[in-house]
């Protein structure tokens, strides 16, 4: 019963990238930012481009067939052993973690965890399979970071970010009360129940913004729309972007360059 | 058909299919053998956190700390027990002047519940042992020390026996070899009667004893 | 109390509303915010030293091993409880245990029936059942009585009354009982105590419940702190306790294991200043103690869950509450809102069962599935996973694994299940995703400011010009 010990792979020449359907439509340049994260590290960025989304919003609401039919859809995408690496913990928790119920008793079920079993989430990835070494090179700054909930709880990368973040001497992490409560965002619960995740996000903002950052950084997209949402909406001075954003633009040298 | 046939054959008939007991390995409730020392020290610390009392005293002056407890408290009278070699050696000096009215607990409660609840300040109890991790007393309740004698009295005393004193519940158990018999009752006691119903704030003595007084004897 | 309380009917769907007016009650969320806060450091600190991962592995473990022999353990345990003079019934659900309880009292003639805490007894409603039947039944442990004087429902299973502070307990009690207005938290402890200790003298019956019933030894053990407990089952002549059929252990070792788990994952506590065993009545040479025990087994759906092994997790709980105090969920709305005996994270897996999915629907949803209460549970329930499963549920949403539980599919709506047959056909087709996003992204100007719900308290998230796929595509990838 006990959760699996993690078991790094060795640092491989190519990946496949699983960009999420978030980062596609709304934060690509996160996705960007991961892949040239990961291309720095000299490995080579397999996206396929039939990829779409890992099924988890049906999955989560209880709509398992049409969530198998989504997450079937992306088993083909990886045919090599090469590790998927996923710049969020909800959706890298989705494969790595549900992926194996989804398809228990169907033909599909070893194929299930054998790709469930090479997903990582980017930022472990960089930190202990490629040993990342950052070189700041922006303006000193403080930050928080919100790690998700499947970041944490399902992808164990609690220690990851605030790790990557102290290898950046120019930049200072605060940490905001109750860093472990979630954000309200959920998924459709956001929209199931607007009520409580509003007033979850409304307690998140204030103790972000009580850190005195006026910024703050996340592992994943889900959280982001909804704490910046919140708190452009309600003018608190606090914005957030991706971790991978974040760590790329400090590291970077020709920042806002092109590819 | 019974309920209680209705409901073993539900149970029995599972549509899951057999399920398979696992073996449980309890080696992270052991701890390492404390010194007699260790685990007196820890006993005091934590039944102290929890609001309880703790006096280290000798087979030879234990009724002196009894009396300056008492004396302290101005109670009236000290429930004891009848055979008990705690109510024995208190009826031999009953006389004293700095010990309070003996009360001897040798008749069925129905017959002076009143009197228990309404007057007794102060209860006497012996203890099967205790465990030093969580500050606890064993009690196993007998005709000659009843139950309600750790319970009704505002304040109890318990002595304890200090080479009696376990590490952990699951070393007591085993060592007192519980399994092969249980009393009508059984306790284990660790502080005094508290609640925090009320907006999380402690308040001793809600049902039971306001004071909880242990005597270690050494 | 003299007046007969009417029992509040709390309409379960009304989820919703209850929400809203907990959600604006600054009092409301104050006082479950602070009661929380504590709570989770208490827990956090008194488990320090421990290897806890390996104690709630052997939490579960031992759980699981009971349950595993359920049915044996439970012939077991009658049978060595009747051996040592205490009798068994068995009740199918709540209205039969009821009466189980009113014919003991019926036999002994009894008027008056004090109560030690019992979450089994607010599951069977017993105390309105008794009142109907012209028995007295008063609450006594310190929480639930002031529940019971506010007329109230408890608002978590291990500090019923945590919904209200000091102020508001102060004016029910001088309102009920004629206590001066006071603020010390001494002064009306002290006060409660003087009221139940009346009624612990004269009550006929004592009815507790029972945190752990060991086979082995036909032993019945209550977890407490205020002594009511002991006093319940031990001053009046007679002791009915009441336990759900999953409470079984086989080994009194077991308990050593549950209870260390137990009162730490509670109230932070490295044990409750009681741990009361019971495994007899008065014996004849005995002064004191109940004459007759009674343990009435209530079964109540408990039998219908077993049979589902992804379901069966769901009766390792040992009520300890700790999922709800760690539930961003449960902090803000309080316990009323789920309008459900058992509150929080394991109400919403345990009452689907108990009043059936259509009745519960909204209990599953109201979840972020952020994973706090799994995390915490210390038998270690996957408690995110069960409110999946229970999602799917109650929409029908596998036809691979047929729905089980009473009331499934109520949750369904033919424009939900349209919205994801779309949903899913579009993303399982690759081309149609890249067209369909790409379109969104080049007509992005033309998205809705607003967004539902999502935009009561957010602005609405904003397309990027050219999604990652064009990106990477145009880079030739």
Redesign the interface.
């Known amino acids: 019963m006990a959760d699996p010990i993690k078991v790094y792979p060795s640092r491989p020449e190519k990946v496949y990238f699983f960009g999420t359907c978030l980062i596609d439509m709304f934060y690509p340049d996160a996705g960007m930012a991961g892949i040239q994260l990961l291309e720095r590290e000299g490995i080579e960025v397999i996206f396929p481009q039939d990829q779409t989304c890992c099924g988890q919003p049906a999955f989560t609401s209880g709509y398992h067939d049409e969530a198998r039919s989504v997450a079937r859809a992306q088993l083909e995408l990886f045919p090599e052993d090469w590790p998927i690496v996923v710049p969020s913990g909800s959706c890298g928790g989705m494969i790595r973690k549900h992926y194996p119920d989804l398809f228990k008793d169907t033909p599909d079920e070893l194929k299930a965890a054998e790709v469930a079993g090479r997903v990582w989430e980017l930022t472990d990835f960089l930190l202990n399979v490629c040993h990342v070494k950052l070189d700041d090179l922006g303006e000193p700054t403080t930050v928080a970071m919100h790690t998700s909930c499947s970041a944490r709880r399902e992808m164990g990368v609690a220690e990851v970010g605030p790790a990557l973040l102290g290898q950046l001497n120019n930049v200072t992490l605060v940490e905001q009360v109750r860093a472990e409560e979630c954000c309200g965002f959920g998924g459709t619960f956001a929209v199931r129940h607007p009520e409580i995740s509003g007033a979850m996000v409304e307690e998140k903002v204030e103790a972000l913004v009580d850190t005195g950052a006026r910024a703050f950084v996340t592992t994943d997209c889900g959280c982001l729309m909804n704490i910046n949402g919140f708190a452009e909406k309600n003018r608190h001075p606090i914005a957030g972007k991706h971790i991978l954003s974040f760590l790329w633009e400090r590291t970077n040298e020709n920042k806002g360059g092109g590819l | 058909m ?3 046939e ?3 054959q ?3 008939n ?4 057999e ?4 073996v ?3 080696s ?2 052991e701890r390492p053998n404390w010194s007699t020392e260790e685990r007196i020290e820890r006993f005091e610390r ?1 039944i102290e956190s ?1 609001h309880g009392e703790v006096h280290r005293c000798t087979r030879e002056n234990w009724i002196d700390r009894v009396a300056e407890i008492l004396s302290a408290r101005k109670a009236r009278n000290l429930l004891i027990s009848s055979q008990h070699q705690i109510g024995r050696e208190l009826r031999a000096v009953a006389e004293r002047d700095d010990l309070p009215n003996l009360l001897i ?5 129905d017959s002076w ?2 009197a228990l ?1 309404n007057d007794v300040d102060a209860g006497i109890t012996s203890t099967r042992g205790g465990i030093a ?4 007393l064993i009690l196993w ?3 000659d020390e ?3 004698m750790s ?1 009704v009295p505002p304040i109890h005393i318990a002595v304890l026996e200090a080479s009696k004193l376990y590490t ?3 070393e007591a ?2 060592a007192q070899n ?2 092969t ?21 402690l ?1 001793y ?5 306001k004071e909880l007084i242990v005597l270690v004897i050494e | 109390m003299s007046e007969a309380t009417q029992h509040p009917h709390i309409d379960v769907k009304e989820f919703h509303p209850r929400a809203h007016e907990a959600l604006h009650n600054p009092q409301i969320r104050q006082n479950f915010r602070k009661a929380m806060d504590g709570l989770m450091s208490k827990r956090k600190a008194a488990f320090e030293g421990w290897d806890l991962e390996t104690l709630r592995e052997l939490g579960a473990n031992v759980r699981l091993r009971a349950l595993a022999n359920l049915p044996d353990l439970l012939e077991q345990l009658e049978q060595k409880l009747t051996e040592n003079g205490i009798k068994v019934h068995w009740a199918l659900d709540g209205d039969e245990a009821c009466r189980i309880v009113r014919d003991i009292c019926v036999a002994r003639d009894a008027k008056t029936v004090i109560k030690g805490k019992s979450m089994v007894s607010e599951e069977m409603e017993l105390n309105h059942f008794l009142e109907r039947e012209g028995i007295e039944a008063l609450e006594s442990d310190l929480g639930e009585y002031i529940v019971q004087l506010a007329n109230e429902t408890p608002s978590h299973i291990i500090m019923p009354a945590i919904h209200k502070n000091t102020g508001e307990i102060s004016e029910l009690m001088h309102e009920k009982t004629g206590t001066d207005l006071s603020h010390d938290v001494e002064y009306l402890t002290a006060a409660a105590r003087q009221q139940l200790r009346e009624k612990f003298m004269n009550a006929d019956v004592g009815v507790s419940g029972v945190n752990f019933a060991v086979a082995e030894t036909g032993t019945l053990c209550l977890v407490e702190n205020e002594g009511n407990g002991r006093m319940t089952t031990t001053v009046p002549r007679c002791h009915i306790a009441v336990t759900g059929i999953e409470k079984v252990v086989p080994n009194l070792e077991d308990v050593s294991a549950l209870l260390a788990l137990l009162t730490r994952s509670a109230t932070g506590q490295h044990i409750t200043t009681y741990f009361n065993m019971i495994s007899g009545p008065r014996k004849a040479d005995e002064l004191d103690g109940p004459e007759e025990v009674h343990l009435v087994l209530v079964d109540n759906g408990r039998s219908s869950i077993y049979q589902d092994d992804e379901l069966l997790d769901t009766l390792r709980c040992i009520r300890c509450g700790a999922c709800m105090n760690h539930c961003p969920v449960y902090t803000r709305v309080g316990g009323h809102t789920y309008g459900t005996t058992y509150p929080g994270p394991i109400g919403k897996i345990l009452m689907p069962h108990l009043i059936g999915l259509d009745e519960g629907r909204h209990l599953p949803s109201a979840s972020s599935l952020c994973g706090a209460c799994g995390e915490v549970c210390p038998v270690k329930i996957p408690i995110p996973d069960l409110l999946v499963r229970l999602r799917r549920e109650s929409v029908d949403g596998d036809k691979l694994h047929p729905a089980k539980v009473r009331g499934h599919g109520s949750k369904r709506t033919p424009l939900e299940a349209a919205i994801w047959k779309c949903w899913s056909w579009m993303h399982s087709r690759p081309g149609l995703y890249r067209t369909g996003t790409r379109l969104a992204s080049r007509f992005r100007k033309l998205q809705p400011g607003r967004a539902g719900a999502w935009t009561d308290f957010r602005t609405a998230p904003k397309l990027a010009g050219k999604t990652l796929h064009e990106q990477l595509r145009e880079r030739g990838k």
């Open positions: 019974s309920s209680r209705t409901i073993l539900r149970l029995r599972r549509t899951g299919g399920l398979v007991a696992p449980s390995d309890f992270v409730l934590t929890v607990y040798d008749e069925p409660i519940q009143p609840f991790e969580t500050g606890s309740p007998t005709p009843p139950r309600l319970l952990t519940l699951y158990m085993h519980w399994k018999g249980m009393p009508t009752n059984a306790l284990l006691i660790s502080g005094p009667s508290k609640t925090a119903d009320i907006e999380q704030t308040a003595g809600v049902h039971g004893p």
